[in-house]
């Protein structure tokens, strides 16, 4: 139970505890998570510190200052997330999306033909940032966002319909192993699975204890949901068609060998905003 005290106020020891808890940047981080929880601008909530917090929106804003404290993601909290200029739903049932992951669209932005009408797939759409991020880019793209998890794609339909993409984005709750659009798709992307069964133990709490295993476990060697793709891709793809991969940073060398001996040609790998590598095209 929380005392009556004004904005401010709250913000103050909402603003300690994040704090105290190790938070990068704690006054930030109370004051967007007040804005959530009250539904403020910015402007609001300098009109209104000196006004009383109400008592519910008081307790539903300690919830949220004590989840975060505890380590529960941001984007989880407040149930949004940005990505490449876009805002988008999320959900544990989804990835956060990572700034990384935008040169997955710069790379595929790059080699698509400009002003052709062509068809993109997107492999384990989580939230559908990758596929999204594209359409709203290029007016000309359709496509389509498969996850095997219908949870996800829930997500991923909302967002399509909050970007006004319903007509040219369909989303389905399928595996890659089960999809048949391979034929007809000029540009597969997919963020898959990649790090090692043995690493997931090991990755920082806040992706540990919160993000789906399923978006992160690639298997004992990492590699299991490259190989899956590469082998139907090398099978079903049209000549010409690209593939743009996320790779985790140490995983250049294997996925090119992969996609090498799969028959593909015009292999390259890009950098992210770190220097590591983080896409693999084909
Ligand atoms: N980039 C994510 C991470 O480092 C992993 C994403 C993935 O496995 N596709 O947590």
Redesign the pocket.
């Known amino acids: 139970m929380h005392e009556a005290r004004t904005y401010k106020v709250q913000l103050g020891i909402a603003s300690t505890r994040l704090k105290s808890a190790g938070i990068d940047r704690p006054g930030r981080e109370a004051r967007h998570l007040m804005q959530h929880v009250c539904a403020f601008s910015a402007a609001d909530l300098i009109n209104r510190e000196s006004d009383l917090m109400p008592k519910a929106e008081t307790e539903a804003f300690f919830d949220l200052v004590e989840r975060r404290s505890l380590g529960e993601p941001y984007e989880y909290l407040t149930g949004e997330a940005w990505f490449y200029g876009l805002r988008l739903s999320c959900s544990p049932a989804t990835?956060i999306p990572?700034p990384?992951?935008e040169v997955a669209v710069d790379e595929a932005l790059a080699r698509l033909p400009l002003g052709r009408l062509s068809k993109i797939a997107d492999l384990?759409t989580g939230t559908g940032c990758l596929l999204i991020a594209l359409l709203k880019h290029e007016p000309r793209l359709t496509g389509v966002g498969i996850d095997l998890s219908a949870a996800a794609i829930e997500v991923a339909q909302q967002n399509v319909d909050a970007h006004g993409l319903s007509e040219r984005a369909e989303m389905r709750a399928i595996g890659w192993r089960d999809w048949d659009g391979w034929g007809e798709t000029d540009l597969i992307i997919s963020?898959?699975?990649?790090?090692r069964s043995d690493v997931i133990e090991t990755?920082?709490d806040s992706?540990r204890a919160y993000?789906p295993h399923t978006?992160?476990?690639?298997g004992i060697s990492?590699l299991d949901?490259y190989r899956e793709i590469i082998a139907l891709a090398a099978t079903g793809m049209k000549p010409g068609a690209w593939i743009v991969f996320?790779i985790?940073f140490d995983q250049g060398a294997e996925v090119r060998s992969l996609l090498e001996s799969a028959g593909f040609s015009s292999i390259s790998v890009a950098c992210d905003t770190g220097q590591r590598d983080r896409v693999v095209s084909a």
């Open positions: 990835l990572r990384d992951s384990g963020n898959p699975p990649y790090i990755l920082d992706v993000e978006a992160l476990d690639g990492g949901a996320e985790g």
